[in-house]
């Protein structure tokens, strides 16, 4: 599958794959956020590794995947409306069903995801974060409406950047809290398990089995 590159001057450039031609119905959307060493103007790097990389590979997907590219020193909370803007656009344009839309981090991407599904809950039907942390910005009480996302946490143990403890009690805060959260701790795994994580059948499956009102009939 070749992987389109889209400028959008009045939000962020963004790369997309569209969802394989024989579905007929409107389909998920995979919304990916990358991490710190993939901010810049050529978002080419972004296929390198991880979700990018997994549907660049692969033959058509069911669902529709977008990943838009930070400019150098930004963070995703920086761009937090662009984000939501680039989302409202695809919605808008492309057959994708907004009760499926997935959102997903990595490392810097990950903080970014936490951020921005916790500010806009209403949006998203399932939150993977892998490699990252929540930020410290994010209080209990803004937390507390993630419990309606059904959410995967994937972590290495032997990821220098990130203390096991730290994610370990963020789970434990979540599922307090009414959430649904599975975490998934890749014994050998370091900071870069993107390419492990994202290729696995069972994470790709989750991704179109989610729905934001199945989550809410279960909460």
């Known amino acids: ?109 990950t903080a970014g995801a936490w951020h921005i599904a916790a500010s806009h809950s209403s949006r998203f039907a399932g939150l993977v974060a892998v490699s990252g942390r929540v930020p410290k910005t994010l209080e209990e009480t803004q937390l507390a409406v993630l419990k309606e996302i059904p959410i995967q946490i994937f972590q290495g143990a032997k990821d220098e950047k990130l203390p096991i403890e730290d994610t370990e009690y963020i789970v434990a805060t979540l599922r307090g809290l009414g959430g649904t959260v599975d975490f998934t701790i890749l014994p050998e795994g370091d900071h870069f398990i993107a390419d492990e994580v994202y290729g696995d059948s069972k994470l790709q499956q989750w991704l179109i089995s989610q729905s934001r009102r199945q989550a809410s009939v279960v909460a």
């Open 1 to 109: 599958m070749t992987v389109e590159h889209r400028l959008n001057i009045s939000t962020l450039p963004y790369l997309f794959s569209p969802v394989s031609a024989d579905a007929n119905q409107p389909a998920p959307l995979v919304l990916f956020l990358h991490g710190a060493r993939d901010r810049g103007t050529d978002i080419s790097v972004l296929l390198k590794r991880g979700l990018p990389r997994f549907v660049d590979e692969s033959s058509p997907l069911p669902y529709l995947f977008a990943a838009p590219q930070l400019p150098e020193e930004q963070t995703w909370v920086d761009r937090e409306s662009d984000v939501i803007a680039l989302l409202d656009k695809l919605i808008a344009s492309e057959p994708i069903d907004p009760s499926r839309v997935i959102i997903s981090g990595f490392s810097l991407g």
